[in-house]
């Protein structure tokens, strides 16, 4: 997972997590991007993992069909956050 804005929130999120699991985390440990790179948007995100990939493996364009579409959006609930 690549966490580009909201380090804050992954870290909200994180810590009852790890204290529930009586897990030692420090919350220093998770952010984002623009946490060091300041006006990182985005697209320079998506840029800079399309290009390692590419540099590494061989990429074709495809599609994701109709049948995942609908997949993902029923378990789309599933997975937000309060």
Not at 8 to 36: K, N
Not at 54 to 68: I, K, N, T, W
């Amino acid at each position: 997972m690549v966490v580009v804005t909201g380090g804050d929130l992954v870290r909200d999120i994180l810590v009852p997590v790890y204290q529930a699991l009586g897990l030692d985390w420090d919350p220093a440990t998770a952010g984002a991007l623009v946490d060091e790179v300041e006006r990182l948007t985005w697209e320079d995100a998506e840029d800079a993992v399309v290009r390692q990939f590419a540099a590494r493996y061989p990429l074709e364009d495809g599609a994701v069909g109709e049948d995942v579409i609908r997949l993902a959006e029923e378990l789309r609930p599933r997975h937000l956050a309060p």
